[in-house]
Antibody, heavy 114, light 109 residues
Framework: QVQLQQSGPGMVKPSETLSLSCTVS????????WSWIRQPPGKGLEWIGY???????NYKPSLKSRVTISIDTSKNQFSLKLSSVTAADTAVYYC????????WGQGTMVTVSS | EIVLTQSPGTLSLSPGERATLSCRAS???????LAWYQQKPDQAPRLLIY???SRATGIPDRFRGSGSGTDFTLTISRLEPEDFAVYYC??????????FGQGTKLEIK
């Protein structure tokens, strides 16, 4: 069973850049879209964006100016960068396989606080 | 950008009853690229339905998705205790950004 292992800090200061990575445990990297989704405490799911193995990507319009999703096929890894964070970006961040998600990372609670 | 509106916000039912959850899109969902997820507290969501009506692997047949265009429904025929959770719909197709509905909480009456 493929697994997604997330890594990155659990706390980020306001105005700084949130950076998370997700490592895929098998060789399915070139077969799927790879997504990032977040969930603020007590709230619903929010789609952030996805990337395809060839590098093509799509982002939520309201986050587009601050988000970059990148991919490193040599490491079976994809990453999320979210710049200029505020308290509103505090959430559990999930990496996920597919646009219809069948496999999720373990989730990373990221708190934006000074 | 498509907006998905789920109703009701909260649904209170008893085990054994039938649950009907609605997801309405602000514009037509291309090729019925509409999915449903179930989320329990402190867990990642679980895919139930994709393509509006296809059950994901391992999902019991009491879960049924239906609809097309802008109106979609998730029906749970006979509620089991483990079905009480939050349910989200998601539009995921084509070149448009993906999006989730705001969720429906299914609670025990």
């Amino acid at each position: 069973q493929v697994q997604l292992q997330q890594s990155g800090p659990g706390m980020v200061k306001p105005s700084e850049t949130l950076s998370l990575s997700c490592t895929v445990s098998d060789d399915s990297f070139s077969s799927y879209y790879w997504s990032w989704i977040r969930q603020p405490p007590g709230k619903g799911l929010e789609w952030i964006g996805y990337i395809y193995y060839n590098g093509s990507s799509n982002y939520k319009p309201s986050l587009k100016s601050r988000v970059t999703i990148s991919i490193d096929t040599s490491k079976n890894q994809f990453s999320l960068k979210l710049s200029s964070v505020t308290a509103a970006d505090t959430a559990v961040y999930y990496c996920a396989r597919g646009r219809v998600v069948t496999i999720w990372g373990q989730g990373t609670m990221v708190t934006v606080s000074s | 950008e498509i907006v998905l509106t789920q109703s009701p916000g909260t649904l209170s039912l008893s085990p054994g009853e039938r649950a009907t959850l609605s997801c309405r899109a602000s514009q037509s969902v291309s090729s019925n690229y509409l999915a449903w997820y179930q989320q329990k507290p402190d867990q990642a969501p679980r895919l139930l339905i994709y393509g509006a009506s296809s059950r994901a692997t391992g999902i019991p047949d009491r879960f049924r998705g239906s609809g097309s265009g802008t109106d979609f429904t998730l029906t749970i025929s006979r509620l089991e205790p483990e079905d009480f959770a939050v349910y989200y719909c998601q539009q995921y197709g084509g070149s448009s950004p993906d999006i989730f509905g705001q969720g429906t909480k299914l609670e025990i009456k």
